[in-house]
């Protein structure tokens, strides 16, 4: 059974940072592309970044360029997302998917096969 979980939201200071961190099980996460998506109430769920399975970002939408960061440690099982210099625009529940298995990065939410239960992020001006 594939579970995605993800961690480390929380509510901060406009021009803050936060970390949130992504565990995978029950998939060979070595071999998978990670994303991080977000969604805000009232507005589709938006691509943020994608890593592939050797750790080479392929892309961060324009919104987050400069200021997130993606990465992951495969011995862990973990993807992790660097947030800095948060504004108030950010605020939104972030979640984290992971396609099957072999296959390249996508900034679309449907080529995604298994979520997690997403974490929020509150940014306070």
């Known amino acids: 059974q594939v579970q995605v979980v993800e961690s480390g939201g929380g509510l901060v200071q406009a021009g803050g940072s936060l970390n949130l961190s992504c565990t995978v099980s029950?998939?060979?996460?070595?071999?998978?592309?990670m994303g991080w998506f977000r969604q805000a109430p009232g507005q589709e769920r938006e691509g943020l970044s994608c890593?592939?399975?050797?750790?080479?970002?392929?892309f961060y939408t324009d919104s987050v360029k400069g200021r997130f960061t993606i990465s992951r440690d495969n011995s862990k099982n973990t993807l992790y997302l660097q947030m800095n210099s948060l504004k108030p625009e950010d605020t939104a529940m972030y979640y984290c998917?992971?396609?099957?298995?072999?296959?390249?990065?996508?900034?679309?939410?449907?080529?995604?096969?298994?979520w997690g239960q997403g974490t929020q992020v509150t940014v306070a001006s």
């Open positions: 998917a992971a396609r099957a298995a072999y296959l390249s990065c996508s900034g679309s939410s449907y080529a995604y096969n298994y």
């Open positions: 890593i592939n399975w050797r750790g080479i970002s392929t």
């Open positions: 029950g998939l060979p996460f070595g071999a998978v592309a």
